[in-house]
């Protein structure tokens, strides 16, 4: 899945408070090899500012919302706002991304396809654009 794509997830409502939940096999495109939590973000700020080379990911607002704006580096932007603990934005590698608008309280939870590696990052933008353009090439 070469796309950025929401995908739902299954919710149990429940009167006792709701639940929902990800299998790797049934929900998401890549085995999962890491899990992390961005929280306590001051108002204003911003977290990403960064594309993977290989890296794919799966993030979801548990808590709260915020924004993901992803650029391919063709010049292609999309913007997704992640407000329910009961759908996330899969994003592939290669994808520029920003995140913004946190609310008071936001909570985001990204599961990941690999390892922490601080080599598969692309931190200049300049650099991404080339990175992305010679990979369709
Ligand atoms: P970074 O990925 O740049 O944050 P953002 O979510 O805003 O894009 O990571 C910030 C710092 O945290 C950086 O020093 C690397 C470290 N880090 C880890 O050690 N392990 C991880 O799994 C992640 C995501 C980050």
Redesign the pocket.
Known sequence: MNKPKIIQLPKITDVRGNLSFFETSNHIPFEIQ?S?W?YDVPGGEM????AYKKNCEFTIALSGSFDIILDNGKGNKQIFSLNRSYYGLYIPQLYWRQ?CNFSTNALALIV?STP?N?KD?LRDYDEFCEFSVKDTQ
């Open positions: 890491r992390y961005i977290r990403g500012g960064h995140m990941a922490y601080e990052y």
